[in-house]
């Protein structure tokens, strides 16, 4: 158990809607990453949170936003949600903005 | 685009055997990482090496990095059956510590 929760476990939705993914970074922890697991895609990173601002952007969606909250819990907000959407949403937290990464079991996301 | 590209894709090994897997990439980096991740779970932090380092173990874990090859290896002794899991390297570079993941090697290891 790396420490860091990720909710829901699952999501199946249909397209054209929005959802939200919630990550709890480990204790301490004032960085936390989002990142997209897909078959053809691969691991890809999407977007950086430091201690409540944005740090670094990848290959993040217009469609896709995100904060970090003053607890450092951290929300994924993916609208307008398409096919090519379904994928595996991880969330990973460390104890500075670089270094060692902590991730959580992921959320799985399936858009019908 | 993935900055590290591992090698083989896939191996296939018994139980007590060595596995050697390998990350090349393209450009100077800062650090080199390697994660495993067990089927549709997280990734887990295995070693971290930075630029200026040439080896580093750990428990069963071996891995090397040869800045003027821009490779890395990872080596796993005695190969067990809870080993099964897919590999990945992850290098950061430049002015940015956000690592930037390969494919992945999918590691099997036979009872």
């Known amino acids: 158990d790396s420490g860091v929760t990720q909710t829901p476990k699952h999501l199946i939705t249909a397209t054209g809607q929005r959802v939200t993914l919630r990550c709890s970074p480990r204790?301490?922890?004032?960085?936390v990453y989002w990142y997209q697991q897909s078959l053809d895609q691969g691991l890809q990173f999407l977007i950086q949170?430091?201690?409540?601002?944005?740090?670094a952007k990848g290959n993040i969606l217009e469609r896709f936003s995100a904060q970090q909250f003053p607890d450092l819990h951290s929300e994924l907000n993916l609208s307008s949600l398409e096919l090519g959407d379904s994928a595996l949403y991880f969330c990973?937290?460390?104890?500075?903005?670089?270094?060692?990464?902590?991730f959580g079991p992921g959320t799985r996301l399936t858009v019908t | 685009s993935q900055q590290g590209e591992e090698d083989p894709q896939a191996l296939s090994i018994q139980e007590g055997e060595n596995a050697t897997m390998n990350c090349s990439y393209k450009?100077?980096?800062?650090?080199l990482q390697w994660y495993r991740q067990n089927s549709g779970r997280g990734l887990v932090h295995l070693i971290l090496?930075?630029?200026?380092?040439r080896e580093k173990h750990s428990g069963r874990l071996r891995v090397t990095l040869d800045t003027s090859k821009k490779s890395s290896s990872l080596l796993i002794t005695a190969s067990r059956a809870a080993d099964t899991a897919s590999y990945f390297c992850?290098?950061?570079?430049?002015?940015?510590?956000?690592?930037?993941f390969g494919r992945g090697t999918s590691l099997i290891v036979h009872p």
């Open positions: 450009t100077s980096i800062n650090n």
């Open positions: 990973a937290s460390s104890v500075r903005d670089i270094g060692e990464q902590y």
């Open positions: 204790s301490g922890d004032l960085s």
């Open positions: 090496i930075r630029s200026n380092e």
């Open positions: 992850a290098t950061d570079r430049g002015g940015s510590y956000i690592p930037t």
């Open positions: 949170y430091y201690n409540g601002e944005e740090r």
